[in-house]
Nanobody, 123 residues
Framework: QVQLVESGGGLVQAGGSLRLSCAAS????????MAWFRQAPEKEREFVAA????????YYPDSVKGRFTISRDNAKNTVYLQMNSLKLEDTAVYYC??????WGDGNTKYTYWGQGTQVTVSS
């Protein structure tokens, strides 16, 4: 089993930055695809970013491309999401997810999920 714990969320003004972290425990996630999703109130869960097992491939939807960067440190069993130029519409609960396969994207079936961290962008 893999446990995922997100941190780094908070309140930030529009145009600001935040870095989310996702610490994995239970087993190494170095062979796994890791991803971030988000869900705003009364909206469906949305794919935000994914990274392959070695960090060689990353995927983003157009809504965050150029503003968000996913990265990983396999030695620390941790994945990050750097969010810059934040907009009001980025407000959501952000979830970390893991899939037991080396490559994946927003359409991949993710097996493990964290509890989420709230990101609120204010004007």
């Amino acid at each position: 089993q893999v446990q995922l714990v997100e941190s780094g969320g908070g309140l930030v003004q529009a145009g600001g930055s935040l870095r989310l972290s996702c610490a994995a425990s239970g087993r190494t996630v170095s062979p796994y695809t890791m991803a971030w999703f988000r869900q705003a109130p009364e909206k469906e869960r949305e794919f935000v970013a994914a990274i392959s097992w070695n960090g060689g491939s990353t995927y983003y939807p157009d809504s965050v491309k150029g503003r968000f960067t996913i990265s990983r440190d396999n030695a620390k069993n941790t994945v990050y999401l750097q969010m810059n130029s934040l907009k009001l519409e980025d407000t959501a609960v952000y979830y970390c997810a893991a899939a037991p396969r080396p490559w994946g994207d927003g359409n991949t079936k993710y097996t493990y999920w964290g509890q989420g961290t709230q990101v609120t962008v204010s004007s």
